[in-house]
């Protein structure tokens, strides 16, 4: 299965647990998609503003 893109959808992803399990997917080499509902969406920005930030 090497090569092929793998994608997580995180729900939640703004803030607390779904935040961290997103940056983690992230690290892990996973394109993450995210899911907030949107009075968060300045926190989903930092949020994804980190996950672009990881090496």
Not at 10 to 35: F, H, K
């Amino acid at each position: 299965m090497s090569g092929e893109l793998r994608v997580a959808i995180v729900t939640g992803a703004a803030r607390g647990i779904g935040a961290a399990t997103a940056r983690r997917l992230a690290t892990d080499g996973m394109a993450v998609v995210s899911a907030y509902h949107s009075p968060a969406y300045r926190k989903a920005l930092r949020t994804l503003g980190k996950i672009q930030a990881t090496p």
